[in-house]
């Protein structure tokens, strides 16, 4: 998806943080580890959810 075809979301992503996860690897380490991946911008390695 590009900030073109949906101009909300990405107006969102700038704001708010976001993430995605791996099923498999939220299941086998937890949302706590660090498998999420910052989404907007952001960049980055992967971290738990509360440092996105």
Request: glycine share 14%; net charge negative; aromatic share 4%.
């Amino acid at each position: 998806m590009t900030a073109e075809e949906n101009p909300t979301v990405a107006e969102t992503l700038t704001a708010v943080p976001a993430g995605a996860a791996r099923i498999e690897d939220l299941v086998q380490r937890g949302p706590s580890a660090p498998v999420w991946h910052p989404l907007g911008g952001r960049g980055g390695r992967a971290c738990g959810w509360t440092e996105l």
